[in-house]
């Protein structure tokens, strides 16, 4: 499952989600006879590249904070 769609985090997919959105609101038969699902792949395209963007970001900050902590760790060991 995926999270709350409609986020701030989200707004580059906004448009695709209101186009999901639209797609459901058509009634049941719509959704069952599979004609949302072209909506629905691209809603979960979307979010895939928007999580894998923040993955990158995420692992760019980590090195960073691991490079500041080895730094630490040899002034420490250089000091004793």
């Known amino acids: 499952m995926h999270p709350h769609l409609h986020t701030k985090d989200n707004r580059a997919c906004e448009e695709v989600m209101n186009m999901l959105d639209e797609c459901h ?3 049941f038969l719509w959704k069952s006879m599979g004609m949302c699902n072209d909506a629905k ?3 979960n395209m979307c979010l ?3 999580r894998l ?3 990158k970001a995420n692992r760019e900050v980590a090195k960073a904070k691991n490079a500041q902590i080895r730094e630490k760790w040899a002034e420490i060991d250089s000091n004793s």
């Open 25 to 27: 609101a058509r009634g």
């Open 41 to 43: 792949t691209k809603v």
């Open 48 to 50: 895939r590249a928007q």
């Open 53 to 55: 963007e923040r993955t």
